[in-house]
């Protein structure tokens, strides 16, 4: 026979067990629903295709106001310049997501930012959600400028303003017409020249000289050498049995500053000082600027990496990357913000591109506050600078001079692996006081003083309104 | 007629499911969701279905409490205006189901005024349930993978539901008998104590042959389900904690040799743990049902503006996400809350009951409706890897809503019998 007493305590204790049990589902549901932000706009969630063909869909504009993408009565999408394609994006169930089209779907979608009076109205009087229209940072001049200058020729140009990290153009060549992504969606998907590939965030090359700003900034850092060091190459250079010529340009064999070492480019001086400083003290300046992961930025962006996972780090293979071959692998993105970085004084702003959310002509909220961080000393950053000025001014990139203005670069010519050269050229004007970085790559282009830097020469000059 | 107070308050708080339906129906109709053509009726005969099971309770318990019925229609309101919005063409199998449901209720809750002659039976309850189990594994249907059905007069039944009906009973009526025996830790008789454990071995023989039967049928959420239910009825019992410790150590050993025995068992473990693994093929039912919770937010994207039909099986295996996702954080709270309500109300039918049986037997139903709830829904939240056992009420399906149905009457009859002026 049961006792009362005990059974109603027992009883009792299997209620208090469930109100755990309903303390527990509450933590789970708000865990899912209020917490999980993220999985609102997870490409794999089929919502957000389908917020794509909402007719209330917010529209992405540029700096100015001009539309980018906007959508019609009948729910489908219209995008105005192919240059920003990749840039904008877009939003399919059968060739993925990309671009601010999805990076701002809850806005554009009107699920998240919108005023409290929309959401109840949404909720309660079934009115239709309007979205939030999206400005984005890219300056419709320097985009066409640097969709014109590249032309046809495939590569990717990103221009940004240092001080705050903004995108001001962001161009992929080749390109596609978004419009048409439903009809021939499949062929650009299988292309071989994956024109649905934003090259200036996703393309992974090897940066070639350029990179000779971050072995320099190691160099000056760690003490390892002066702009003014004498340094002398004989000819060639032997690093555990492989030989680095001084020859890979004319001015290489010979007694001269360092400084001259970084303006002509010469790989064998540069081999020597990675060994010297060994790879501890050159990844961790490379990690400083981004390397070896993913830059945070709007979009997704490939890794960069200083070499293979598991290579073996032998000293051949030091050397080679200090002067930016190797196994290096560099997103035009990154490099822009090497160059941002020594531009804003040693501190970087992240570079986005989102800049506010507009209901009509009110602005909601700012978007991506960029986040300073401090990459290197102010005195590396202003050495730097001034051996860049000496790339241009020794005329080592042809056409990138301004009269009046001075302008910090540094070349590259990048070996594919295949082929002709990857053409680089990364610049900011004016050097005292820069207010735009350029990075540009072209494939396959050959020298970066004779093809990518005329390139960047004509978006400087379009951003100093010269 | 008598009239009496209980059955005045389920009538008033039944006016909550009719508002409900209607709501729902005028806000289905407000998001442009196409009504299935017999819309009219299924609205009309599920309220018909909730008079006349209030009513025939008037006649047959009409002394029984009143919340349990209430919550369990404003569960099935739920449930009908989901299923109607997600497979709009068996919403009118739903309402058919309801109204069977409601009057095997009454038919239940009748023959429980004689509910303590059950407790002679717990054995051949036991005995027949296994049988079911064997048969089914024999001749049965299979449906999804799983030979879980029984075809009979071209109407598929579930034997894991059926035999939760003889399950309650041989618990309850096992537990009557042996509890005093498995409360004690050791007994004592002329001067001598002997152990109480032979006295387990046949409750455990029992769940474990049954247990075993359902492994080789599949039906993995019902060994969970029934080991859970077992470990806290031993408890409810007894009161000893080293059963609940034994049943947890139950509940791990039969997962670690699901996961080693099984392989779709190993599948929905690897899912829960890393649905992204794969999310094209196992893990996409998952993900997808994440995304629709998340969807639904604090206050939901309203009933039939929502995508819950993304999630495949989701009008019986997810229905608590689809809820997630158009009633939000509010609504799928609320039905967590009708499981709680429904299962104070029982275990209140449970203290009022004045012999063991009926005390146990009321406790049991209510534990095994409030366990399938926590199950089915721990496992759409990914507490735990999906069961594919049915949310009590709400999920689309006959033999579960019959059968919880039942199991209901029952519990109203022994509240009947529990409020009987005492003699």
């Known amino acids: 026979m049961l006792s009362p007493r005990q059974f109603e305590r027992r009883l009792g204790a299997t209620g208090a067990v469930s109100l755990l049990g309903l303390a527990v589902f509450f933590g789970a549901l708000a865990y899912w629903q209020v917490f999980r932000s993220d999985l609102g706009t997870d490409p794999k969630n089929p919502r957000v295709v389908n917020a794509l063909e909402d007719p209330h869909r917010g529209r992405i504009l540029d700096r100015d106001g001009n539309v980018l993408a906007s959508s019609l009565a009948d729910g489908s999408r219209h995008y105005t310049d192919a240059s920003v394609a990749q840039v904008v994006g877009y939003l399919s169930s059968r060739y993925g997501s990309q671009g601010a089209e999805l990076a701002f779907n809850d806005l554009l979608s009107g699920k998240a930012g919108t005023s409290w009076q929309a959401a109840f109205d949404a909720e309660f009087r079934r009115s239709a959600v309007r979205g939030l229209d999206v400005r984005l940072t890219i300056d419709p001049n320097i985009q066409a400028v640097a969709a014109k200058a590249l032309g046809a020729r495939k590569g990717a140009v990103v221009a940004l303003d240092p001080r705050n990290g903004e995108v001001l153009a962001m161009v992929s060549v080749p390109t596609y017409d978004p419009a048409a992504l439903n009809q021939n969606g499949e062929k650009l998907l299988t292309d071989p020249n994956s024109p649905l590939l934003n090259r200036a965030t996703q393309g992974r090359y090897p940066p070639g000289s350029t990179f000779k700003m971050v072995t320099a900034a190691s160099a000056f ?143 909601v909220q700012k978007l991506d506050q960029p986040s300073n961080r401090r990459v290197i000393d102010t005195s590396v950053a202003h050495t730097l600078r001034d051996l860049m000025v000496a790339v241009v001014d020794d005329g080592q990139a042809a056409g990138t001079a301004i009269p009046g203005v001075k302008v910090a670069g540094k070349t590259g010519t990048a070996e594919s692996g295949h082929g002709t050269s990857h053409a680089w050229f990364v610049a900011f004007a004016p050097a005292e006081k820069p207010v735009v970085v350029v990075a540009v790559v072209v494939e396959n282009g050959g020298r970066g003083g004779e093809v990518a830097s005329p390139i960047a020469g004509q978006i400087l000059r379009a951003a100093l309104g010269k | 007629m008598i009239t009496s107070r209980d059955r005045n308050t389920e009538l008033l708080l039944l006016s909550g499911s009719a508002a409900f339906i209607l709501v729902a129906w005028r806000a289905l109709d407000a998001a442009g969701f196409t009504m299935p053509a017999s819309s009219a009726r299924i609205l009309t005969q599920f309220l018909a279905s909730a008079l006349l099971g209030h009513l025939g309770l008037r006649i047959v318990a009409p002394r029984a409490a009143g919340q349990p019925y209430a919550v369990v229609l404003l569960l099935c309101a739920i449930g009908l205006a989901f299923v109607t919005r997600l497979v709009p063409s068996v919403a009118q199998a739903q309402v058919n189901w309801i109204s069977a449901g409601v009057l095997l209720m009454l038919a239940s809750a009748a023959a429980a005024s004689r509910y303590p002659v059950l407790r002679r039976y717990k054995y051949t309850a036991a005995f027949v349930a296994v049988l079911l189990l064997v048969a089914t594994g024999l001749f049965g249907t299979t ?244 069961t594919g056992i049915t949310l009590p009420f709400v999920s689309y399906g006959g033999s579960s809503l019959v059968v919880n149905f039942m199991l209901v009457g029952l519990l109203l009859g022994i509240s009947n019998q529990a409020n009987q002026p005492q003699a």
């Open chain 2, 143 to 386: 449906i999804n993978g799983a030979r879980l059905w029984f075809r009979i007069g071209g109407q598929t039944v579930q034997t894991t539901e059926l035999i939760k009906l003889f399950l309650v009973v041989f618990i309850a009526g096992y537990l009557a008998d042996m509890g005093g025996a498995l409360a004690a830790p050791r007994l004592r008789f002329a001067g001598r104590t002997y152990s109480a454990l032979p006295y387990v071995i046949p409750l455990l023989l029992t769940l474990l042959t049954a247990m075993a039967m359902i492994a080789l049928l599949k039906d993995l959420g019902q060994i969970v389900l029934i080991i859970m239910l077992a470990m806290a009825m031993v408890y409810v019992a007894t009161g000893r904690l080293v059963f609940v410790f034994g049943g947890v150590v139950l509940l791990g050993l039969s997962l670690v040799f699901g996961y080693l025995a099984f392989d779709h068992a190993r599948t929905r473990i690897d899912v829960w743990l890393n649905p992204y693994a794969d999310s094209a093929g196992a893990g996409y039912q998952t993900l997808q049902s994440v995304y629709a919770i998340h969807a639904g937010g604090i206050t939901g994207e309203g009933l039939g503006l929502g995508d819950p039909q993304a999630i495949p099986i989701v009008s019986t295996d997810y229905v608590y996400s689809a809820i997630a996702e158009e009633l939000g954080l509010a609504g799928a709270l609320g039905v967590v809350l009708l499981y709680l309500l429904l299962l104070f109300a029982g275990l209140r039918v449970a203290l009022s009951a004045r012999d063991d049986f009926g005390r146990l037997l009321a406790a049991c139903i209510a534990l095994l409706l409030a366990i399938q709830a926590a199950v089915i829904i721990g496992g759409n939240l990914r507490l735990i890897p999906t």
């Open chain 1, 221 to 363: 850092e760690n003490n390892v050498i002066t702009p003014d060091t004498t340094v002398t190459c004989p000819g060639e250079i032997v690093v555990d049995g492989f030989p680095i010529s001084c020859n890979n340009v004319p001015q290489g064999t010979g007694t001269y500053p360092f400084r001259n070492a970084f303006a002509y480019s010469v790989n064998a001086i540069f081999a020597q000082v990675g060994v010297t400083l060994g790879w501890d003290r050159l990844t961790a300046t490379a990690e400083k600027f981004g390397f070896d992961s993913s830059l945070p930025f709007t979009l997704d962006t490939a890794p960069t990496q200083l070499h293979a996972p598991g290579s073996k780090l032998t000293k051949p293979l030091l050397a080679s990357t200090a002067f930016g071959q190797g196994e290096l692998l560099a997103t035009p993105l990154q490099m822009a913000v090497v160059a941002a970085a020594i531009a804003n004084e040693g501190v970087l702003a992240s570079p986005h591109l989102g800049y506010e959310a507009l209901d009509g002509k009110s602005v």
